[in-house]
């Protein structure tokens, strides 16, 4: 069966908060004082939402805001381990082989080891146009995050220039609704990926004596993250997963200090190519 490889978005595929990254298409790439004020404690949703509207009221349009988030940048390793996990990337082998691309080849290797979802309290539409800039669209078979969509704004003359008709801004929804007391309201990882791991497999079999992430047809959980909201879907895995946490970063801080609650293995990362080298020695 199959290793199911969970990725957070920010900070970890893409080397910054997407979140944050929009404040970039305004004019002096930072958000008023006010803003940042409005923030609520777990209601990130709500806040971004507001966020949309002021990045509207500047006159921002959609186009310019998929401009300037496609130049958000990955990882170091990242779109190694992206690309190596999709298993179908053309390989030049000529010169000869370095480090990153042997790994690469070794998973390249094995397309049928490996399944990967996107698991994010970003939105879908920055994560989708960071996968096409990136080269990365179908790298993933299934992102998990708040959906997004335009919404037309109704014309007045407060816009800037004195004409906003036809002006659209950036509305998210939370992903679902949850009863964890850990996560934000809008999503909680580890019931996100719970209910992934109890959809019916793709082939019949013993239901009733298969685990959870067997009834899906995985053998194991890799999770791969930074953040404090990590650290609840960390808890769920069992003994022969393992979790992967950015060097230094909250994530990584949290393992190191509430031990005791989880039972995967806890491997530090600080580039794209320490996880394919667990990969590597792991699955030889």
Not at 99 to 122: A, G, K, N, T
Request: aromatic content about 8%.
């Amino acid at each position: 069966m199959p290793t199911l490889v969970a990725f957070d978005f920010d900070h970890t595929i893409v080397d910054c908060n997407s979140d944050t990254y929009i404040y970039n298409v305004l004019p002096d790439r930072m958000l008023p004082q006010r803003m940042r004020a409005m923030y609520m404690d777990g209601q990130w949703t709500a806040f971004m939402n507001q966020v949309f509207i002021h990045v509207s009221e500047q006159s921002v349009t959609k186009e310019h805001m998929r401009s300037v988030m496609k130049e958000m940048p990955m990882t170091t390793g990242m779109k190694v381990v992206c690309h190596a996990q999709r298993c179908r990337m053309e390989i030049c082998t000529s010169p000869p082989l370095n480090r990153s691309q042997e790994l690469l080849l070794h998973l390249r290797s094995r397309p049928d080891l490996y399944e990967c979802i996107i698991v994010s309290d970003s939105n879908t539409f920055f994560i989708d146009w960071a996968l096409e800039a990136h080269g990365l669209p179908d790298a993933f078979r299934r992102v998990i995050t708040n959906q997004a969509s335009w919404e037309s704004v109704p014309s007045t003359s407060d816009a800037p220039g004195g004409d906003d008709s036809g002006r659209q801004r950036l509305c998210i929804r939370p992903y679902h609704t949850h009863t964890c007391p850990r996560c934000s309201l809008n999503l909680c990882k580890r019931e996100a990926i719970e209910e992934l791991l109890m959809e019916p497999p793709a082939a019949e079999g013993d239901v009733e004596r298969a685990t959870d992430r067997q009834r899906r047809g995985y053998d194991r959980v890799l999770y791969i993250g930074d953040g404090g909201n990590d650290f609840c879907p960390a808890t769920m895995l069992s003994a022969g997963d393992a979790v992967f946490a950015r060097s230094g970063y909250p994530l990584h801080k949290k393992l190191l200090s509430q031990k005791s609650e989880v039972s995967a293995e806890v491997v530090a990362w600080d580039s794209g190519f320490d996880i394919l080298e667990w990969l590597r020695t792991r699955d030889s």
